[in-house]
């Protein structure tokens, strides 16, 4: 039952909204959550579980998931832990921070340790990894929050 959509997609019965059972509706949302902080940040999981609100989660428990995070009743990710993480190029996300210089195969360097990479810098490092694959992957670190109005 995990596996049906709130819209009623998915399967087994096609069953919609409060049709579901609520922990059939719990289990689909936490599992999506965890899925997610393997690969990316806390924030970075939530942004995307926002964005099927109401079509794959039931909105009221997207709000409870919010809820949960901000009063610190689940873990970080390791992403939001500052933890290292060695990623495939298909991995790399805005706003993530190198750890360790990115380098081709043949040792010419592509970025420097410290840079936080945008669009621009993920899709050179996804040129290079076709025609010239490094030994080991990209390193990175957690996002880096948005300056506020006065930085």
């Given at each position: 039952?995990?596996?049906?959509?709130?819209?009623?997609?998915?399967?087994?019965?096609?069953?919609?909204?409060?049709?579901?059972?609520?922990g059939?509706?719990?289990?689909?949302i936490?599992?999506k959550y965890?899925?997610?902080?393997?690969?990316?940040?806390?924030?970075?999981?939530?942004?995307e579980?926002?964005?099927?609100?109401?079509?794959?989660?039931?909105?009221?428990?997207?709000?409870?998931?919010e809820k949960?995070?901000?009063e610190?009743?689940?873990?970080?990710?390791?992403?939001?832990?500052?933890?290292e993480?060695?990623?495939?190029?298909?991995?790399?996300?805005v706003?993530?921070?190198?750890l360790?210089?990115?380098?081709?195969?043949?040792?010419?360097?592509?970025?420097?340790?410290?840079?936080?990479?945008?669009?621009?810098?993920?899709?050179?490092?996804?040129?290079?990894?076709?025609?010239?694959?490094?030994?080991?992957?990209s390193?990175?670190?957690?996002?880096?929050?948005?300056?506020?109005?006065?930085?």
């Amino acid at each position: 039952m995990k596996d049906t959509e709130t819209s009623g997609e998915g399967f087994p019965d096609g069953l919609k909204g409060n049709e579901i059972p609520l922990g059939s509706r719990i289990i689909s949302i936490a599992d999506k959550y965890d899925g997610l902080t393997n690969d990316v940040s806390k924030e970075m999981a939530l942004e995307e579980i926002r964005a099927l609100k109401g079509i794959q989660f039931d909105p009221s428990l997207h709000y409870q998931l919010e809820k949960v995070l901000k009063e610190g009743r689940i873990m970080a990710s390791p992403l939001d832990l500052g933890v290292e993480k060695e990623l495939e190029p298909h991995q790399l996300v805005v706003g993530m921070i190198l750890l360790r210089e990115v380098r081709s195969g043949t040792g010419i360097l592509l970025l420097s340790k410290g840079v936080t990479l945008d669009v621009e810098k993920i899709n050179f490092v996804k040129r290079y990894f076709n025609f010239d694959p490094p030994e080991r992957r990209s390193v990175c670190g957690p996002k880096r929050s948005s300056p506020g109005p006065s930085e």
